[in-house]
């Protein structure tokens, strides 16, 4: 370029293939250089997807991403407080103005509470209709739109968004285009809550699907049969109360599932599921189950027949097993410490037999450090994560050491039991909020495991 040439008269040609060249921060700074330059970044190449973090004191930003940004973007991610109302009208404000876009083809609602506020009553005609109004129709409309097609539609487990699931799949019109949809809730009373109605024919005619979640009660053999005509590779299931009259699903339905899709894994996670939790391993683990991940959170009681059956029958598939509860009741821990001093430890059989084991998470329950050496022996550095925040307390902490040190040697990175005075406030000794614990279940189940 001469000299006196003005750099801020580059052709928007010349620009845009520059910046294809940059990564996304170095392009941000790159287009402060002026006015034009700034122009030409938004374009929808630079900008695939925006996560709309609903805060009082986000408004500006948000309020620039709308205008500059939502017409162009594929993806949209909006997270907000949903026990506060102001918080809740302004993601719906959101939601209503992206429903307008003619681009938008991904949208992922983060509600940070199982509970969604609303200006009616909980599951009242007033609360109802305020949710279609401001949450319903606009994500209809989207999924409405024929081009582009619709690809990736999670509820972020919103219990009451849930039940509309029906409504969102009657929608769309090219469902042969979705990809991943997140239909699977945290209820807000396990014991008691409405029964999603959906349909498994509603998913016949998706023949891209890859992930779908899904409450327990949904399913049945039927559902399952439905679900095995499509490329899911990850299939993950809800489970809260537990219908007497649930059909279940049955062992036949799980095998025929898994010899049309060996590709498949089953993420299943127990929520609140104070009854079924005693009966996991009798009326809803199966043998021919894909079983890769399970979740058992704040379902107050363990079930050691469960843990041993894991060992038994998903030597090939599981990866993740995680078992939460609050460390405030004494008698959940004194059944674990029991439990586990045994002859046949089923953690220590579990770390022996499933060969993909790449993590362990307990809390709430004591564990013999003894047992804990056996798993890393077993597993050794395939064991990526290996989590707890109790270890026998009648063992002087001086004593510890030895074995800290040597699970470190056969994991191959530093490990040490987590401090039960820095850990999160619904696994302490104190009583907390539904909400306090709902947020930590959220945010667990959305991070997923660390595998």
Excluded at 58 to 73: D, M, R, T, V, Y
Excluded at 230 to 241: D, E, K
Aim: with cysteine.
């Amino acid at each position: 370029m001469s000299k006196g040439s003005n750099w801020g008269e580059l052709p928007a040609l010349v620009l845009t293939n520059l910046f294809q060249y940059l990564d996304y921060h170095d392009r941000l700074q790159a287009s402060a250089v002026c006015w034009h330059w700034r122009s030409v970044i938004f374009q929808p190449r630079f900008f695939k997807g925006i996560h709309f973090d609903v805060a009082r004191e986000n408004n500006k930003k948000n309020s620039f991403f709308l205008q500059s940004l939502a017409h162009i973007i594929s993806a949209a991610k909006i997270s907000f407080d949903s026990c506060n109302l102001y918080d809740v009208e302004l993601a719906t404000e959101i939601l209503y103005k992206l429903s307008k876009s003619s681009c938008l083809s991904s949208l992922s609602l983060q509600p940070k509470y199982a509970t969604l506020v609303t200006p009616g009553r909980f599951y009242s005609e007033e609360e109802w209709n305020y949710i279609y109004k401001l949450f319903v129709e606009p994500i209809k409309a989207l999924l409405s739109r024929p081009n582009p097609p619709f690809k990736e539609l999670d509820l972020g487990c919103s219990e009451i968004l849930t039940l509309h699931a029906a409504d969102f799949l009657n929608s769309c019109p090219r469902p042969q285009f979705l990809q991943r949809l997140g239909f699977a809730s945290v209820k807000q009373d396990p014991s008691h809550y409405a029964l999603s109605a959906i349909e498994p024919t509603l998913f016949e005619k998706c023949q891209a699907l890859q992930q779908l979640s899904l409450d327990y009660d949904t399913m049945c053999d039927e559902f399952l049969q439905t679900l095995q005509l499509l490329p899911l590779r990850r299939l993950t299931i809800h489970v809260h109360g537990l219908d007497e009259e649930h059909p279940g699903i049955s062992e036949g339905a799980w095998a025929t599932f898994c010899a049309k899709n060996p590709q498949t894994e089953l993420h299943l996670t127990l929520v609140c599921a104070y009854e079924a939790v005693d009966i996991l391993h009798s009326h809803i683990l199966r043998p021919s189950m894909p079983l890769s991940h399970l979740k058992v959170l704040f379902c107050e009681r363990i079930n050691c027949d469960a843990l041993e059956y894991l060992s038994r029958y998903y030597k090939e598939t599981l990866k993740s097993m995680i078992w939460v509860d609050s460390m405030r009741i004494q008698e959940y821990r004194n059944i674990m410490e029991l439990v586990l001093r045994t002859e046949q430890d089923p953690l220590v059989m579990m770390a022996w037999r499933c060969k993909k084991l790449e993590e362990i998470v307990i809390h709430g329950y004591v564990l013999d450090p003894h047992n804990l050496v056996g798993i890393s022996r077993l597993r050794g550095r395939d064991l990526k994560v290996l989590e707890v925040s109790r270890i026998d307390l009648s063992m002087p902490s001086v004593m510890m050491t030895p074995f800290i040190e040597e699970i470190s040697t056969q994991l191959g990175q530093k490990w040490a039991p987590l401090d039960p005075k820095t850990l999160p406030a619904a696994l302490g000794f104190y009583p907390v909020s539904d909400d306090v614990r709902d947020q930590y279940i959220l945010r667990y189940i959305r991070n997923g495991s660390s595998t």
